[in-house]
């Protein structure tokens, strides 16, 4: 069983920036990918980024590429995503999900653990 956990989401201005950090246990972290996904109200849950198992390959989405950065520090089990230049469309419940085997890193299906989510809110 493997536990996938968010953090560091808040309330930030317009311009401003947030760190969202994602733990994961139960298996060894650096036998996962990790990934990076949001859901608005109203809309779809969509990629936003992934990583590697060893952190060497990444990916994002058009929307969020400049802005975000996905990064990984597997001797602290953690998956982070520093978000920069933030948008009140980027509003949303920001979720960390896990995969041991990663196919298509922007398909939701691809990810087998997903965390509870954790709420970012920026103002206009």
């Known amino acids: 069983q493997v536990e996938v956990v968010e953090s560091g989401g808040g309330l930030a201005q317009a311009g401003g920036s947030l760190r969202l950090s994602c733990a994961a246990s139960?298996?060894?972290?650096?036998?996962?990918?990790m990934g990076w996904f949001r859901q608005a109200p109203g809309k779809e849950r969509e990629f936003l980024a992934s990583?590697?198992?060893?952190?060497?390959?990444?990916y994002y989405a058009d929307s969020v590429k400049g802005r975000f950065t996905i990064s990984r520090d597997n001797a602290k089990n953690t998956v982070y995503l520093q978000m920069n230049s933030l948008k009140p469309d980027d509003t949303a419940v920001y979720y960390c999900?896990?995969?041991?085997?990663?196919?298509?890193?922007?398909?939701?299906?691809?990810?087998?653990?997903w965390g509870q989510g954790t709420q970012v809110t920026v103002s206009s």
């Open positions: 990583v590697s198992r060893s952190g060497g390959a990444t």
């Open positions: 999900a896990a995969t041991r085997e990663l196919g298509t890193p922007y398909v939701l299906s691809q990810y087998n653990y």
């Open positions: 139960g298996m060894t972290f650096g036998s996962l990918a």
